[in-house]
């Protein structure tokens, strides 16, 4: 059975704060997610890693791949209030079938 | 513009009342898909189809039905709905080609 694991599941930070979110899988997929979503809303792409070693950045959002070690890790780098959100990975398994982690509610607290 | 469209937004029905969540695309994608959400579980797989008239069970399937009759549809059928279907239900869509998913903007459905 495919599991996608992210942790923590919350996580509580003070502004201007580095933590990194993990995010391990259980088969082989070179093609992960990562997405945010605010309360009530829809789900936002973030990053889209289509490789092995694969780093992507978006401000003080970073995401890299590691497809040997089936992990992946969303690092924040000085957190502001403005990244408060739930975040979710997910790994694309083949034709439609994208399999979420349980999500990481971030909380940035000033 | 591109989008995944699902009506209704909010649905409050009754138990066994039968019950349709249409989802559309409009970027000509294979791949669609649905999702529950429920608070401390994530987004769990309801469905998905590779193509038209080709489709396949998520994780929980029970008590949903889904055709692809078309492309562009993808619709969600509760036949005898019940309280624990109460959720935040998304539809999505992608390509092979396409490198991301697109997601609707959810429908939430209380099942009373």
């Known amino acids: 059975e495919l599991k996608v694991e992210q942790n923590p599941l919350f996580l509580s930070m003070q502004e201007g704060k580095n933590y990194t979110i993990y995010c391990n899988y259980s088969t082989t997929s070179d093609r992960l997610y990562w997405y945010r979503q605010d309360p009530g809303k829809s789900l936002e792409s973030l990053f889209v890693?289509?490789?092995?070693?694969a780093v992507k950045q978006e401000g003080r959002l970073m995401a890299s791949l590691d497809t040997k070690a089936r992990l992946s890790t969303l690092h924040i780098t000085a957190a502001v209030h403005d990244l408060s959100a739930t975040y979710f990975c997910a790994v694309d398994i083949s034709q439609g079938n994208l399999i979420f982690g349980k999500g990481t509610k971030l909380s940035v607290k000033p | 513009e591109a989008q995944v469209t699902q009506n209704p937004r909010y649905l409050i029905t009754v138990t066994g009342k039968k019950l349709t969540v249409t989802c559309s695309q409009n970027m000509n994608h294979e791949y669609m898909s649905w999702y529950r959400q429920d608070p401390g579980l994530g987004l769990r797989q309801i469905y998905y189809s590779m193509n038209v008239e080709v489709t396949d069970k998520g994780d929980v399937p029970e008590g949903y039905k889904v055709s692809r009759k078309e492309k562009r549809n993808f619709p969600l059928i509760l036949e005898s709905p019940s309280p624990n279907q109460t959720s935040l239900y998304f539809c999505?869509?992608?390509?092979?080609?396409?490198?991301?998913?697109?997601f609707g903007s959810g429908t939430r459905l209380t099942v009373v």
């Open positions: 890693l289509l490789s092995n070693g």
């Open positions: 999505a869509s992608s390509s092979w080609s396409d490198y991301g998913y697109t």
